[in-house]
Structure formats: structure tokens, C-alpha cells
């Protein structure tokens, strides 16, 4: 391809980008007027219900998620926790001692366990 049909070919796209590029800035609101938005997330003191496994689960899932959070979700099988638990500990490095995730994947199903 010649130069003379390559700048032809990318003209429509520089136009493009450069009129973005210089009508970009112009919309953005100054810095001194920006504000950063209250928000209220919602928290939760409520730790799980008192059983075989709560210490585990309060100590090592309320890390990172409500009680309320967990227990809100659907009831599953057992081979559902099993897959759950270990994705937190493997995937997002939950603070889950490898000992401790039987104990949780037992409470989980005693609570919302289905067959």
C-alpha cells in the first residue's frame, strides 16, 4: 500500500480521535469543583448463629462478607459448599486455615444444606 492511500485510509479515524482528544477536556468539570459522593454501605455487626464451626466461619469468612451476606444465598448441596469454600481460600486467599474448611463447609451445610 502506498503512503499516499495509507494516510487516506487513516484519516477518518485521526479526525476521530482528534476531535475527541480536544473536546475530551473541555467537558470535564475543574478540580476544584469536584466532589466525592457520600455513600452509605450497608454493615452488619450480626455473626453467625452459635454452633459446631461458628468460630471458624465468624474468624475466618466475616473477613470479608456479612453474616447476612451468607446467609441470604441459596440453600446448596454439600459438594456446593466444598467448591465454594475452597475457591475463597484458593482463588481470593481467604483467611481460612485448610483445618478449619471442613468445619465450615459442615456448619454451611447444617444451615443451608440441601440434598
Same mark, same amino acid.
Given at each position: 500500500? #502506498?503512503?499516499?492511500? $495509507?494516510?487516506?485510509? $487513516? $484519516?477518518?479515524?485521526? @479526525?476521530?480521535?482528534?476531535?475527541? /482528544?480536544?473536546?475530551?477536556?473541555? #467537558?470535564?468539570?475543574? /478540580? %476544584?469543583? /469536584?466532589? #466525592?459522593?457520600?455513600?452509605?454501605?450497608?454493615?452488619?455487626?450480626?455473626?453467625?448463629?452459635?454452633?459446631?464451626?461458628?468460630?471458624?466461619?465468624?474468624?475466618?469468612? $466475616?473477613?470479608?462478607?456479612?453474616? %447476612?451476606?451468607? @446467609?441470604?444465598?441459596?440453600? @446448596?448441596?454439600?459438594?456446593?459448599?466444598?467448591?465454594?469454600?475452597?475457591?475463597?481460600?484458593?482463588?481470593?486467599?481467604?483467611?481460612?486455615?485448610?483445618? %478449619?474448611?471442613?468445619?465450615?463447609?459442615?456448619? /454451611?451445610?447444617? @444451615?443451608?444444606?440441601?440434598?
Amino acid at each position: 500500500m #502506498s503512503r499516499l492511500k $495509507l494516510a487516506r485510509a $487513516l $484519516l477518518p479515524a485521526t @479526525l476521530v480521535v482528534g476531535a475527541a /482528544l480536544v473536546a475530551g477536556p473541555a #467537558s470535564a468539570a475543574p /478540580l %476544584d469543583q /469536584l466532589k #466525592s459522593p457520600n455513600v452509605d454501605v450497608p454493615s452488619s455487626d450480626m455473626m453467625f448463629p452459635a454452633g459446631p464451626g461458628s468460630d471458624e466461619i465468624n474468624s475466618g469468612c $466475616l473477613a470479608c462478607h456479612s453474616a %447476612d451476606h451468607v @446467609l441470604n444465598q441459596p440453600s @446448596l448441596t454439600r459438594a456446593n459448599w466444598e467448591e465454594i469454600v475452597n475457591k475463597m481460600i484458593k482463588a481470593y486467599k481467604a483467611p481460612i486455615d485448610p483445618g %478449619d474448611a471442613a468445619k465450615i463447609v459442615d456448619y /454451611l451445610t447444617r @444451615l443451608k444444606g440441601k440434598s
